[in-house]
């Protein structure tokens, strides 16, 4: 059983396109996340979601956002996709202890391409 | 502004000698750090942590050490198997940091040969 999955694992799309990709997540954790993998292979983290509070980095475009129906789903949204959109995006989940770091456990990964 | 680095994009060893991958943060808050590993095609695996408040931390062949003073923490694999072959990523964090994001170095590739 896969314990964290993404849909779909590749994605090529016309720039300004809206589209998006989803993420579960079967272990019972509290929080989820979504890292971007750019061109330089660097894992960036965009958000940090669970049933209290979505942390967001700075850094990410509003064109981006996190849906998450339900404690095993996140989604993320892109709106007026760009070219520099195009990376691997990864989801990620652990369990939520605020006194101390519990590992996080990552998806396969979605490679989106942006034409 | 990269506050997790590592220096060495690739390493290559031969299969049973000692494999060593560095990492160098810069924000002295970070206090819990880890190791991921991670075949092309795959998300990040984890594989060891460590917190601030030890040096050391074992698990079976892989061992994280931790020089706070220095900001520096290594991984050692011994003995090297071609099945240890990846992409390996320190990764940092703050415990009790709203969102407990990581931060994650670039990667060094681990190349170990039979």
């Known amino acids: 059983d896969t314990a964290v999955s993404q849909t779909p694992k590749y994605l090529v799309t016309q720039m300004g396109n809206d589209k998006s990709i989803k993420c579960e997540q079967n272990?019972?954790?509290?929080?989820m996340y979504w890292y971007k993998q750019d061109s330089k292979k660097f894992l960036k983290i965009m958000f940090s979601y669970n049933n209290k509070e979505l942390i967001i980095n700075e850094t990410v475009p509003n064109r981006f956002s996190p849906k998450s129906p339900d404690k095993a789903h996140l989604n993320l949204h892109i709106n007026s996709l760009e070219l520099g959109d195009s990376a691997v995006y990864f989801c990620a989940s652990s369990q939520d202890l605020a006194w101390n770091i519990i590992a996080q456990y990552f998806g396969p990964g979605t490679r989106l391409t942006v034409l | 502004d990269q506050q997790v680095k590592q220096n060495s994009p690739s390493l290559s060893v031969q299969e049973g000698r000692i494999s060593i991958l560095n990492c160098d943060y810069t924000n002295s808050m970070f206090d819990y750090f880890l190791w991921y590993k991670k075949y092309p095609a795959e998300g990040p695996t984890f594989l060891i942590s460590i917190s601030s408040i030890k040096d050391k931390n074992e698990d079976g062949r892989f061992t994280v050490f931790l020089n706070k003073s220095a900001k520096h923490l290594s991984l050692h694999i011994v003995p090297s198997q071609p099945g240890d072959s990846a992409v390996y990523f320190c990764a940092a964090s703050i415990v009790g940091n709203a969102g407990n994001m990581l931060t994650f170095g670039g990667g060094t590739r681990l190349m170990v040969k039979p």
């Open positions: 272990l019972g954790h509290d929080t």
